[in-house]
């Protein structure tokens, strides 16, 4: 790829490419600015007479599978994260596909993780042209060393299914692992020793790729109840020892942080859910797995207790945290994109109450709305933020892929968008200039609360109003990045960017918000 | 320490954050060499050589090989790191200290402030000074005794000298732990200069040692011009100090407190520490009325175990019951479990605030005798009740 990119400049002031791999693309135009036109892509149409009227579409293996799918060079296949560093699927689909003698495939996982750094080695053998989807660790490192052959596109969990029914991504053949499925093709999370929780991201590769192969470790005689991934969309079954490391795929128990830095940032932030009236009969709100997080949700539980307050929903990425809410009667459901430990396992498998959400319900901008904005409140984290509340959540500050952005980006459309950050790592301020890579436009981002004290974005005076009297350190962004820079000694070195992209950054209506550059 | 040719000190390694670790080679020629690894680089990099080059010009180096690990060391720790590693590899002449920017600092104690909580940093983990402050404790202790290994002694001291030079503390009062006599007056003589407010003497037994210490501050503060008053608290750890309590609380009117090392003392009684303590009772107790006697305050030991806040608050009720005003924290979240303990109940407060206006009132009316309802009270509960009501102010109760 020695060939002169194009570049323009979007409504964010950020160079973007204006073709990725051979599409090509619109910048970010603002928020809301951009209006989709046209009809949803979709399948070809198929007939019940091409499919055994028993409904077992059981084959031998994966490899007979892809074939009878029709696999050639360039083609698209997908598969989705949810055994996360437990999978065994992924790189077994695309061995099993380098073993047919294609090339140049497309790779568009929902999420790609450490484990699965084989795939550099399909990649170097020509098997993978490129990847479409996060990249972190060894994968992140060889896209941004500028490895790869196409370039890498980073999209939201919404911005994906957005990607796929707006037709900007096809898919040939979704690979979906499955930790429970009938022959038929019915299949499910929620059950089986692999067993992770929902299955959403696999929802919109079943509904829209032209193949679908489900691969399961736990096969039942038809029906698997319950079911999340119809068998009317899935072409073949395939039945193996196993889809992944259990261990990998769920933690035994999510850890609460220790450290009393991210306590104290933890516990302010649930502060200020209480002290701005946030939390309330019948609120929501949403966090993540991380340790703040984690630790918020505790801190949350207890104020929440104390009040007599009950939540109407809140959303997950579920842990036992969230499971301990609705067990205590503190919430009447979880809405779970993802299922981090075994108590949200179990508690998702065995209580009603906790439902199995997908991209499309939860975060898709592409719809008739999306869950995702009538959230109360999200807590977040960030690499960075600048002085203008914009954040990075992609990259490290010296430009290497660290992060998916996974559901981040369709998060910011809460009602009040927290993020909950050390106001240095490492002597590294988190509050900056201008942040490296642009994942999320500061108009979005309504609080950034630190261990030292907690910033309101002035485009949000009622906010700022609620929690003026509550005896919180609520102080302007610029007076805390001040003190830490002068905790650190001195700004940092902006460190040198390459010049040429590896990787775009979507928004969540498909424009291109940054660009990831070579590493320098 | 022997004169070696090469001098080490810091830490560094995948689990060690915000230290470094510097290796100075002394050369007989050649100029100075810096060699730099860190988790930093792309940013603090270039910031980091030019104050490396900077401090070894100021100890007076111009030949060495210097090789620095860095996680991500904050200034202060790299100028400590860097003169640690100086001074073992010889170079104790003219210029040996190193210098970093000093903070103006905070106002000087005072001898009765509130010292509910006061809470240890290991004198050798930067990573944890700087934001300790942050967690509210009324001090700080910055350790070189038992959290300090001995072979590490020095270069600690350097660091926590730094530390009084560099780190905002905010309102905390800021302490240091010193190593027991003769090797505490070592430490003494490194950070005196710095100005910190109290000095926390180990297993003090007799009056003689808290009069050395205070003879060696007085000596050293007069030749670093330091003016404010340095507090002491010796800490009372066997079975000796503690039958002297009262002459060791009264030797030098800079003795603002006397508190108690449970580990050492139940270990010199041969006896085990248990959960309510009641194997140290008389020594607690008698510490309470030393310590009163001698008209200062009486300081109980720390409550090991970070994961119990139930047994922590019981300990603490009952500390704070015995007539002890503070304890010592191990973790931040023991603070403010703590403050809860000894800050003073509504009731308490209500009574107080009753006396005291009962005591204003009679002084306007010009009566000799005060009285609350049908009761009298004698000038000692006005007294108590006044000192109450400046407490729960200052905990922002009343």
């Not at chain 1, 790189?91 to 140049?104: N, S, Y």
């Not at chain 2, 210097?66 to 640690?84: N, Y």
């Not at chain 2, 580990?263 to 107790?285: C, F, I, P, Q």
Request: hydrophobic share 40%; net charge negative; proline share 5%.
């Amino acid at each position: 790829m020695t060939e002169k990119i194009e570049l323009a400049q979007n409504a964010a002031g950020r160079m973007v490419p204006a073709m990725v791999n051979g599409r090509p693309q619109i910048p970010y135009l603002g928020l809301g600015k951009y209006q989709p036109r046209g009809r949803k892509a979709a399948p070809p149409v198929r007939s019940s007479r091409d499919f055994p009227e028993d409904g077992d579409k059981r084959v031998h293996d994966l490899e007979t599978a892809l074939r009878k799918c029709g696999l050639r060079d360039g083609m698209v296949i997908s598969n989705h994260h949810h055994l996360r560093d437990g999978d065994q699927v992924a790189l077994m689909a695309l061995r099993a596909a380098e073993r047919t003698g294609v090339k140049d495939l497309l790779w568009f996982p929902s999420a790609s993780f450490p484990s699965q750094k084989g795939a550099i080695e399909l990649m170097e053998r020509g098997v993978i042209h490129h990847i479409e989807g996060s990249m972190n660790g060894p994968l992140g490192d060889y896209c941004t060393q500028g490895k790869m052959r196409g370039m890498g596109v980073l999209r939201s969990h919404g911005g994906r299914w957005q990607a796929i029914q707006d037709g900007e991504v096809h898919i040939d053949i979704a690979v979906i692992a499955a930790p429970t499925a009938d022959f038929f093709g019915n299949a499910d999370g929620s059950h089986g020793k692999s067993a992770c929780g929902s299955l959403g991201f696999a929802l919109a590769d079943s509904i829209y790729a032209d193949h679908v192969v489900v691969v399961t470790d736990n096969l039942v005689p038809f029906p698997c109840i319950p079911w999340q991934i119809q068998g009317n969309n899935v072409d073949y079954v395939v039945e193996v020892e196993s889809i992944g490391d259990p261990a990998k795929i769920v933690s035994g128990t999510t850890q609460i942080t220790r450290s009393p830095d991210r306590l104290r940032i933890a516990e302010f932030v649930a502060r200020f859910l209480r002290e701005s009236g946030i939390m309330r009969n019948g609120f929501s709100f949403q966090a993540g797995a991380g340790g703040i997080a984690l630790a918020f949700v505790d801190y949350l539980r207890r104020m929440m207790k104390e009040d007599g307050v009950k939540a109407r929903f809140v959303r997950g990425g579920s842990t036992k945290y969230l499971v301990e809410l609705l067990r205590e009667g503190l919430t009447d459901y979880i809405l779970d994109g993802q299922t981090f430990d075994l108590d949200g396992v179990k508690s998702i498998a065995s209580d009603p109450r906790h439902v199995a959400t997908s991209p499309f319900t939860s975060y898709n901008y592409h719809g008739k709305g999306s869950f995702a904005s009538m959230v109360d409140a999200v807590v977040l984290g960030a690499t960075e933020v600048d002085v203008n509340f914009n954040a990075n959540v992609v990259t490290h500050s010296d430009g290497r892929l660290l992060h998916g952005i996974g559901g981040w980006q369709n998060c910011l459309a809460a009602g009040c968008t927290i993020l909950a950050l050390p106001s240095f790592r490492d002597r590294i301020p988190v509050i900056v200039d201008e942040v490296t890579t642009l994942t999320g436009p500061g108009e979005l981002i309504d609080v950034v609360v630190t261990e030292r004290g907690i910033a309101v974005n002035p485009n949000r005076p009622d906010l700022l109003d609620s929690v003026k009297k509550s005896g919180l350190p609520v102080r302007p962004i610029q007076d805390i990045k001040m003190e830490v820079e002068k905790i650190c000694g001195g700004k940092p070195a902006r460190p040198k960017l390459g010049e040429r992209p590896v990787a775009v950054v979507k928004w969540v209506d498909g424009t291109v918000l940054d660009t990831v550059w070579q590493a320098g | 320490m022997t004169r070696s040719a090469v001098g080490e000190a810091g830490h560094w390694g995948k689990d060690v954050r915000s230290d470094l670790h510097v290796a100075i080679e002394r050369r007989d020629g050649g100029g100075v060499q810096v060699g730099l690894e860190s988790r930093v680089a792309p940013y603090y990099g270039e910031s980091i050589l030019a104050q490396v080059r900077q401090e070894l010009g100021a100890l007076g180096i111009r030949d060495a090989q210097v090789t620095i690990h860095d996680e991500g060391a904050l200034p202060f720790v790299i100028a400590a790191r860097v003169e640690a590693a100086a001074r073992r590899a010889g170079f104790t002449g003219e210029g040996s200290r190193a210098t970093v920017e000093k903070m103006a600092l905070p106002p000087s104690s005072a001898r009765d402030r509130l010292r509910r909580s006061r809470l240890y940093l290991p004198g050798s983990e930067p990573k944890y000074f700087i934001n300790a402050g942050l967690h509210g404790p009324d001090a700080v202790i910055l350790d070189l005794e038992d959290s300090v290994a001995r072979s590490d002694k020095d270069a600690a001291r350097i660091l926590v000298r730094n530390t009084l030079r560099a780190v905002d503390f905010g309102a905390c009062e800021r302490m240091v732990r010193i190593n027991q006599v003769p090797l505490g007056l070592e430490d003494l003589a490194e950070i005196i200069g710095e100005a910190p407010d109290l000095i926390l003497i180990p297993k003090v037994e007799r009056p003689e040692q808290v009069a050395e210490v205070d003879r060696m501050i007085a000596e050293l503060k007069a030749r670093h011009g330091v003016e404010r008053t340095i507090w002491l608290m010796p800490i009372l750890e066997s079975a000796l100090g503690i039958e002297n309590a009262f002459v060791i609380a009264a030797s030098t009117p800079q003795v603002a407190g006397l508190t108690i090392g449970l580990e050492d003392y139940t270990a010199d009684l041969a006896v085990v520490k248990s959960a309510d303590g009641g194997e140290s009772l008389y020594a607690r107790t008698r510490l309470v009325n030393a310590a009163k006697a001698a008209g200062v305050q009486a300081i109980d030991s720390v409550f090991g175990d970070v994961g119990d806040m139930d047994g922590l608050l019981r300990w603490a009720e009952n500390s704070r019951a015995l007539g002890f005003e503070g304890m010592g924290c191990i973790h931040p979240a023991q603070i403010r479990v703590i403050h809860e303990a000894f800050a003073p109940t509504s009731a308490e407060i209500d009574k107080a605030l009753k006396i005291v206006a009962a005591f204003e009132e009679a002084e306007k009316q010009g009566l000799a005798v005060v009285s609350l309802g049908s009761k009298m009270i004698d000038p000692p509960v006005v007294e108590r009740a006044r000192k109450l009501v400046e407490r729960a102010k200052a905990m922002g109760r009343a």
